[in-house]
């Protein structure tokens, strides 16, 4: 969905992709960030083909991942993009992909580990907030939803990609969403992700 950017994936060629997690993976988490989501790549496609959104904005990316929707900002000339993933080494990757990308200006990058989720939203500075395939579960659903409302509140944009996960069809999230663009999945991702054929942006708004 995205050829205009270039990503270090873990992909059926690579062997770590057929090894079973265990003492010898050479990972301690999950390699998450190995992978392009289908959420991420819709969120993604969207910041390319609707640059004017982002354009001399501050972007939290949150849960980055590979750094697809990050490097994406750059492209569109954000004024700064903080990448954010609990998982150190998804930032390390992300690194790797801005670099492969031409876009690496550290004044305008920045890194976080942190997990922002739940936390004080007034300690959140950005103007432009990015969640790409966030939503998998119900639980996770239940901690973004009320601190994505306080984000909303303090006037801060947030964008969703996702393909239709249980933590956003089964909760009251969608009541609060504004649908702007779905996207076809190509084939293989389609086969890769439990056969979701589409995948969605929304943008977040509150219900006063």
């Given at each position: 969905?995205?050829?205009?950017?270039?990503?270090?994936?873990?992909?059926?060629?690579?062997?770590?992709?057929?090894?079973?997690i265990?003492?010898?993976?050479?990972?301690?988490?999950?390699?998450?960030?190995?992978?392009?989501?289908?959420g991420?790549?819709?969120?993604?496609?969207?910041?390319?083909?609707?640059?004017?959104?982002?354009?001399?904005r501050s972007?939290?990316?949150?849960?980055?991942?590979?750094?697809?929707?990050?490097?994406?900002?750059?492209?569109?000339?954000?004024?700064?993009?903080?990448?954010?993933?609990?998982?150190?080494?998804?930032?390390?990757?992300?690194?790797?992909?801005?670099?492969?990308?031409?876009?690496?200006?550290?004044?305008?990058?920045?890194?976080?580990?942190?997990?922002?989720?739940?936390?004080?939203?007034?300690?959140?500075?950005?103007?432009?907030?990015?969640?790409?395939?966030?939503?998998?579960?119900?639980?996770?659903?239940?901690?973004?939803?009320?601190?994505?409302?306080?984000?909303?509140?303090?006037?801060?944009?947030?964008?969703?990609?996702?393909?239709?996960?249980?933590?956003?069809?089964?909760?009251?999230?969608?009541?609060?969403?504004?649908?702007?663009?779905?996207?076809?999945?190509?084939?293989?991702?389609?086969?890769?992700?439990?056969?979701?054929?589409?995948?969605?942006?929304?943008?977040?708004?509150?219900?006063?």
């Open positions: 969905m995205t050829p205009e950017i270039a990503l270090h994936l873990i992909t059926p060629k690579c062997a770590i992709y057929h090894q079973p265990g003492d010898n993976f050479p990972f301690k988490n999950d390699p998450f960030w190995g992978f392009f989501w289908p991420g790549q819709a969120l993604t496609r969207f910041i390319l083909e609707f640059k004017d959104l982002f354009r001399n972007i939290l990316d949150l849960g980055c991942g590979c750094g697809a929707s990050t490097i994406a900002a750059l492209q569109a000339q954000a004024s700064h993009v903080t990448a954010n993933d609990i998982d150190r080494v998804a930032l390390q990757a992300t690194l790797l992909n801005v670099e492969i990308n031409g876009v690496m200006n550290a004044s305008m990058l920045s890194l976080n580990d942190s997990n922002l989720v739940g936390c004080d939203s007034s300690a959140i500075d950005c103007d432009v907030v990015l969640i790409g395939d966030m939503f998998y579960d119900k639980d996770i659903a239940a901690d973004l939803h009320p601190w994505m409302q306080r984000l909303a509140r303090q006037g801060k944009e947030i964008f969703v990609g996702d393909p239709g996960r249980h933590g956003i069809t089964e909760t009251g999230v969608l009541r609060e969403m504004e649908h702007m663009v779905q996207y076809t999945l190509p084939n293989n991702v389609c086969l890769e992700n439990n056969g979701f054929s589409h995948v969605n942006v929304w943008k977040f708004r509150i219900n006063e």
